[in-house]
C-alpha cells in the first residue's frame, strides 16, 4: 500500500513537471516571437542581452557564458558586426585581447525586443482576474528562485 502511494505521488510530480514543462516551453515561444528583428536568432540575441547586461566581453568569455565554442561564437558575433550590433575593440589592459562592445543599434535591438515581449504579457495579463494575476506573480517568483540556485 505505501509503495502505490510513493508511485502514484512520483505520477503526480512527473505529471505536474510535464505539464509546466509544457506551459513555460509553449509561453516562452511565444515571447520569442515577438522581435525587434525578425530573422535574428535567439543565439545573436542572447549575445546582445548579454553585452548590454554585462558589458564588454572577450570572443572566449563570451563563448563560455553563452555555454559554445569559440568559433561558434566567433560566427554569431561576425554575424552581429555586419549587421552593425556590435563592435570589437581594443582592451585596454591586455592589447593582444579584443572586446567585443554593444553598439547603440544592439542596444535598441535588445530594448524595442523586450518592450514588445512586455507588451505581449501585458496583453495576456491584462485579460486575467487579480487573483490569477497574483497566482503568476507568485508562480514568477519560485521560478525565479530555483532556477537561480
Known amino acids: 500500500m505505501i509503495h502505490m502511494a510513493k508511485q502514484s505521488a512520483s505520477s503526480k510530480l512527473s505529471a505536474d513537471a510535464s505539464e509546466l514543462r509544457a506551459a513555460v516551453f509553449r509561453l516562452s515561444r511565444r515571447l520569442k516571437q ?6 535574428m536568432t535567439d543565439g545573436q540575441f542572447a549575445v546582445l542581452v548579454a553585452l548590454k547586461l554585462h558589458g564588454p566581453h572577450t570572443l572566449s568569455a563570451l563563448a563560455e557564458r553563452e555555454g559554445v565554442t569559440a568559433p561558434s561564437m566567433n560566427r554569431t558575433v561576425n554575424c552581429l558586426e555586419e ?4 563592435s570589437r575593440t581594443e582592451n585596454g589592459v591586455d592589447r593582444r585581447k579584443v572586446d567585443i562592445v554593444i553598439t547603440d543599434s ?3 535591438v535588445v530594448e524595442e525586443t523586450v518592450r514588445r515581449r512586455d507588451e505581449w504579457l501585458s496583453k495576456v ?10 497566482t503568476l506573480r507568485r508562480a514568477a517568483a519560485i521560478i525565479m528562485r530555483e532556477v537561480e540556485r
Do not use: F, I, W
Not at 34 to 39: I, K
Not at 83 to 86: D, F, K
Open 106 to 108: 544592439g542596444r535598441r
Open 34 to 39: 515577438q522581435r525587434a528583428v525578425s530573422d
Open 83 to 86: 549587421l552593425g550590433h556590435l
Open 125 to 134: 495579463l491584462s485579460g486575467l482576474d487579480g487573483d490569477d494575476r497574483e
